[in-house]
C-alpha cells in the first residue's frame, strides 16, 4: 500500500473541505490517488457534507420522546424552516429523540447505531446532509427520569407527533393516581413552555445571578435617594418580583392566572391521594443562542 504523506492529505483536506481522519482514510482506501480518493469521499457524501459544515444551522425542531418514566428532548438544526418540514428530516430527528432515551450525552447519541442503516447517528446524518443539500447539526439533548411518578412532555408549534418549536419535559416524584399526575405533568409542561423559568425553586438560582440582580436593584433604589433601611426593603421587594419571574414554584400558574406553581402543585397533591414533587424540567427552543446573520 502507497505512504500517504501528510501533505496528500493536507491537499485533498483543501479541495474538499473533509475531516483530516476522512481524507485520510479515503486515500488508503484508493493507494493514495488524490482523484479516486476526491471520488470516494464523494460517494460518501463526505466532500459535500464537509462544505457546507461552516453555515449557519439555526432552524431546525426540537423532537420528543417519551417512554415510561423517562423522556428525552433532541436538538437538531438545519439552515431553513423549509428543510425542517421534509419528511425525510422528520423522521431523521423522531428515530434519534428515540435513540436518545438510552443515550447518556450527546456524544454517545451520535455515536449511536441508527436503525435499519448499517450506519451511526453521526454517519446518518452526513448522508443526509448530502441529500438534502443544507447543513445541519446534532446540537443538544436533555433526559429526565423518575423512579416513581410521570415524565411528562409537551410540544408548542408541533409540525408533527412530536415535534415542534419549542420542547418541554418536566418530571414529577409522586405515588399518586397515574392519570392525574399525568394530567398534571402535561399542564406544568405547557407552563414551562409558555413561561419560560430558569430555575426550578430560588436555592437552584446560580448564585452570582442573584448577586447581579441584587446589585443592580440597589443602584436603582439609591438614585430615589431615600434612606438605606428603606433602600434596603425596596431592594428585597423587587427580588421578590425577580424570582416569580424567573422561578418556576413562584411564578404565576398560566393554567388559571391566578395562583403560583407551588400552589397548584400543592392542590393537585390532594387530588392524586399523595405528595407531588417537582424535580426537575427541561425546555429547549429552536436555535436559542445561535448567532444569525
Known amino acids: 500500500m502507497a505512504e500517504i504523506s501528510a501533505a496528500l492529505v493536507k491537499e485533498l483536506r483543501e479541495k474538499t473541505g473533509a475531516g483530516m481522519m476522512d481524507c485520510k482514510k479515503a486515500l488508503s482506501e484508493t493507494g493514495g490517488d488524490l482523484e479516486n480518493a476526491f471520488d470516494w469521499l464523494r460517494k460518501k457524501g463526505l466532500a459535500a457534507a464537509a462544505k457546507k459544515a461552516g453555515r449557519v444551522a439555526a432552524e431546525g425542531l426540537i423532537g420528543l420522546a417519551v417512554e415510561g418514566t423517562r423522556g428525552a428532548l433532541v436538538e437538531v438544526n438545519t439552515e431553513t424552516d423549509f428543510v425542517a418540514r421534509n419528511e425525510q428530516f422528520q423522521s431523521f430527528v423522531r428515530e434519534v429523540t428515540k ?37 445541519m447539526t446534532l446540537r443538544r439533548m436533555a433526559r429526565l427520569s423518575v423512579s416513581r411518578g410521570a415524565v411528562a412532555g409537551y410540544v408548542h408549534n408541533a409540525q408533527g407527533p ?13 405515588a399518586g393516581d397515574a392519570a392525574k399526575l399525568a394530567a398534571l405533568g402535561k399542564q406544568l409542561a405547557m407552563h414551562v413552555a409558555a413561561a419560560s423559568p430558569q430555575a426550578l425553586d430560588i436555592k437552584s438560582i446560580d448564585p452570582a445571578a442573584v448577586e447581579r440582580e441584587r446589585a443592580v436593584l440597589t443602584e436603582q433604589a439609591r438614585a430615589s435617594g431615600r434612606p438605606e433601611e428603606i433602600i434596603a426593603k425596596m431592594v428585597e421587594g423587587r427580588l421578590r418580583k425577580f424570582y416569580e419571574e424567573v422561578v418556576l414554584l413562584e411564578q404565576t400558574y398560566v393554567i388559571d392566572n ?22 426537575g424540567f427541561s425546555r429547549l427552543a429552536v436555535g436559542e443562542g445561535i448567532q444569525k446573520e
Open 162 to 174: 412530536g415535534l415542534g418549536r419549542i420542547g418541554v419535559l418536566v418530571a414529577i416524584e409522586s
Open 258 to 279: 391566578e395562583s403560583k406553581v407551588k400552589a397548584a402543585v400543592a392542590a393537585a397533591s390532594k387530588e392524586a391521594g399523595a405528595a407531588i414533587e417537582i424535580v
Open 99 to 135: 435513540l436518545a432515551l438510552g443515550a447518556d450525552s450527546l456524544d454517545a447519541l451520535a455515536g449511536a447505531a441508527y436503525p435499519g442503516e448499517g450506519k451511526t447517528v453521526a454517519e446518518k446524518l452526513t448522508q443526509l446532509i448530502a441529500t438534502v443539500g443544507e447543513n
